[in-house]
């Protein structure tokens, strides 16, 4: 079954860390780009994080550059994002897709990070 | 404020067509592919047309996407009571070097 499973969603305490997984099957994974893009409930989708095949390029969206770090494992077909100093503002569902002709053609159910005290 | 623009809402009656405008620059909807996305009550986004046009394998001919210049709009025919949901347009940013979406459209379906 083509697939992309989110994990390691929490509540979580402001300035806290979190480490989200995705786990890939049954699709190409380590040809592609794959990205990060989250929502808060009731908002629309807001992209957080792309890495290319290799890894060896990441992009993120200015409000968690230096507190956020994008890793991927393309032996076991993972994506991970990292997450440092957890804001309340982090607080949204968070999917992961992949990129394929310059749209993110296969998406995850998402995973739920809540940031509060 | 998002990127690209999009009208919050758009409504219309089952049977009808409707359009969905997405409004960038030449950083993103001017040089690169735009794609489409469908996002159901409670559920993830599903890729409607990717490379401004063309529509992944499932998805019905009753969605057309195109692009001229800055924009660009996405077209659904015979409207389904099942269409209601949100819709996103997105690509990529060359000067941003970011992926950027539109702010979604509610689509009503009377």
């Known amino acids: 079954e083509v697939q992309l499973v989110e994990s390691g969603g929490d509540l979580v305490q402001p300035g806290g860390s979190l480490r989200l997984s995705c786990a890939a099957s049954g699709i190409t994974f380590s040809d592609l780009s794959m990205y990060w893009v989250r929502q808060t409930p009731g908002k629309g989708l807001e992209w957080v994080a792309s890495i290319n095949p290799d890894g060896s390029m990441e992009y993120y969206v200015d409000s968690v550059k230096g507190r956020f770090t994008l890793s991927r494992d393309n032996a076991i077909k993972s994506l991970y994002l990292q997450m440092n100093s957890l804001r309340a503002e982090d607080t949204a569902i968070y999917y992961c897709?992949?990129?394929?002709?310059?749209?993110?053609?296969?998406w995850g159910q998402g995973t739920v990070v809540t940031v509060s005290s | 404020q998002s990127v690209l623009t999009q009208p919050p809402s758009v409504s219309a009656a089952p049977g009808q067509k409707v359009t969905i405008s997405c409004s960038g620059s030449?950083?993103?909807?001017?040089?690169?592919?735009v794609s489409w996305y469908q996002q159901l009550p409670g559920t993830a986004p599903k890729l409607l047309i990717y490379?401004?046009?063309k529509r992944p394998s499932g998805i019905p001919d009753r969605f057309s996407g195109s692009k001229s210049g800055t924009s660009a709009t996405l077209g659904i025919t015979g409207l389904q009571t099942g269409d209601a949901a949100d819709y996103y347009c997105g690509t990529w940013d060359n000067f941003l070097s970011a992926w950027v979406f539109g702010g979604g459209t509610r689509l009503t379906v009377l």
């Open positions: 490379e401004n046009n």
């Open positions: 030449s950083s993103n909807i001017g040089k690169r592919y």
């Open positions: 897709a992949r990129s394929r002709s310059d749209a993110l053609d296969i």
